[in-house]
């Protein structure tokens, strides 16, 4: 997170950023791998009639991976979807109070998904649960990056919820700059700089 006058990154960005930074690039490289199984089950049952078995399953781990390391990163960078004209036309202090409170809440919720996925995990660790599936994959591999994912999200919610309190109580005046959804300006220079040809 970066205020909208160019002000230094918050501490919890600071920490955490580099973190997500190296799980999604992790994460788009085992979409990449993905993609290539894909391909290669593709070409095998219409050229050979042979199939992998099992590249559906490995789809939905993928899913359920990427989704929860995307949640860290969407968090991170502000994008998790808020009524932004609402937000925006409303004066300091009420749109303060309304930003404070989905930080609270984002928070709330990731620490229940994270509480929620350690205890489906816990029950696989304990049966020794495998998937109903050719693969037989033992659950807790999935399931455990799933968690880890989680458990980043959740991290990242409690530091930034935390962090929203104490920057609300001693420079309220940055507190929207940093917690309420991205500006059109703020957006427009983002896109500005992604198209820039890097040498």
Known sequence: MQDSGGGAIDPVTRVAGPVVRVASIM????????????????????????????????????????????????????????IELLIQALPRIPAAALNLLAALVIAGVAVFLFERGWSVLDESLEFMAVSNSPLQIPLWIPQGLWVLGLGLFAGIAIALAVQAVVILLRNPARFNALYGPPTIAEEIEESLEATQVRP
């Open 27 to 82: 994460c788009g490289w085992w979409l990449l791998g993905y993609c290539f199984l894909v391909v290669v089950d593709i070409i095998g049952r219409a050229r050979f009639g042979l199939s992998l078995q099992g590249t559906d399953e490995i789809g939905g781990y993928t899913l359920a991976v990427m989704s929860a390391f995307g949640f860290a990163q969407t968090l991170l960078t502000r994008r998790h979807t808020r």
